[in-house]
């Protein structure tokens, strides 16, 4: 069974930073891509990111290009979210996410495990 922990999220003013982890279950964690979610109230859950197995390889929303970094430490199991300059509308439950296989992706239905999600608020 594979659990996915989130932490970090919290409150933040514009232009401010936070970062996200998520700390999986599992020894095979190096063997799958990882994603980053995120859902605003009344809004489908989006993409934000994925990286690779190595970590070698990832991809972003154009909403958080240049100004988020995923990154992973398979070592330790556990993948992170650096998040700066951040906007009133990147407000949301940010989840982390196993994918099914070592393809990034940015759809939800390839991701078959989640975490529980995990606040962050951005004030204006």
């Known amino acids: 069974q594979v659990q996915l922990v989130e932490s970090g999220g919290g409150l933040v003013q514009a232009g401010g930073s936070l970062r996200l982890s998520c700390a999986a279950s599992g020894r095979t964690f190096s063997s799958y891509a990882m994603g980053w979610f995120r859902q605003a109230p009344g809004k489908e859950r989006a993409f934000v990111a994925a990286i690779s197995r190595s970590g070698g390889s990832s991809a972003y929303a154009d909403s958080v290009k240049g100004r988020f970094t995923i990154s992973r430490d398979n070592a330790k199991n556990t993948v992170y979210l650096e998040m700066n300059s951040l906007k009133p509308e990147d407000t949301a439950v940010y989840y982390c996410?196993?994918?099914?296989?070592?393809?990034?992706?940015?759809?939800?239905?390839?991701?078959?495990?989640w975490g529980q999600g995990t606040q962050v608020t951005v004030s204006s």
């Open positions: 996410a196993r994918d099914r296989g070592w393809v990034l992706s940015r759809t939800v239905s390839e991701y078959p495990y």
